[in-house]
């Protein structure tokens, strides 16, 4: 035998959340926000002296098999020039170059044709110096690897009683940026060019300056998969 016991009704918003306060704990919360545009290795002592104005390398990085061929070259001169070429039956997909003290600076730096790399420099003292082009290659029926060039021109623009360019080739869309390059005005109108870089997935920018006026445009590259 058992009794019947009655308890109380319940008002339809008891126990429930009241909203407008709960929220109100989150209105002063602090948060953090970062961007990543690239990622390295290095030691402790290469992390403490870095610095403003310092230079990190990134590298990105494809798992498809390639070769890489050089041509070092010397000359006398008010500049140095090199030219890279894979084997026949391969493609060019990125580059680079090591110049001698004796140079300055590079101003261009890119595709010549689907299968050579071309590097030029500034070499104001004129006498023998040393610049050597590199060319990374991969054969295309190996890889499906078959980069498409984008061309971007920009002006130089007056900045800080100087000028500045700044260039920024994006693939189409369905396609990824694997490298890049650039052509900058010749050496003789003091451009320097310091920032050649990848951009998202898509984009290679590529910024110029001088401490002069300069007449011509800077191009910048961006090589295509």
């Known amino acids: 035998m058992s009794d019947e016991l009655e308890l109380d ?25 970062s ?24 590298a990105y990085c494809s798992k ?4 890489i061929a050089f041509v070092p070259h010397r000359s006398s001169g008010a500049s140095l020039q090199t030219t890279a070429r894979c084997r026949p039956g391969d493609v060019a997909l990125s580059g680079g170059f090591v110049l001698d003290t004796g140079g300055d600076a590079p ?72 490298s890049g390059g650039f052509d900058a005005p010749t050496y003789a109108e003091g451009v320097l060019v310091h920032e050649s870089k990848r951009v998202g997935k898509r984009g290679w920018e590529v910024t110029a300056s001088s401490q002069t006026a300069v007449s011509g445009e800077l191009t910048a590259y961006a090589y295509c998969v």
Not at 64 to 67: E, G, K, N, W
Not at 152 to 158: H, I, L, N, S, Y
């Open 9 to 33: 009704q319940l008002a339809a918003d008891a126990g429930a959340p009241t909203g407008q306060g709960d929220l109100g704990r989150l209105f002063d919360v602090t948060v953090e926000l």
């Open 35 to 58: 961007v990543e545009v690239g990622r390295t290795r290095m030691t402790l002592g290469q992390a403490l002296a870095l610095g403003p104005g310092s230079v990190v390398a990134y």
């Open 64 to 67: 498809a098999p390639v070769r």
């Open 107 to 178: 101003f261009a730096l890119h595709r010549d044709t689907k299968r050579s790399w071309t590097a030029a420099a500034t070499n104001p003292a004129g006498a023998e110096a040393g610049l050597t082009a590199y060319v990374m290659c991969a054969n295309p029926r190996k890889t499906g690897l078959r980069p498409k060039s984008v061309a971007v021109r920009a002006p130089f623009a007056a900045s800080g009683g100087g000028s500045t360019a700044v260039a920024l080739p994006r693939c189409p869309p369905g396609r990824e940026v694997i």
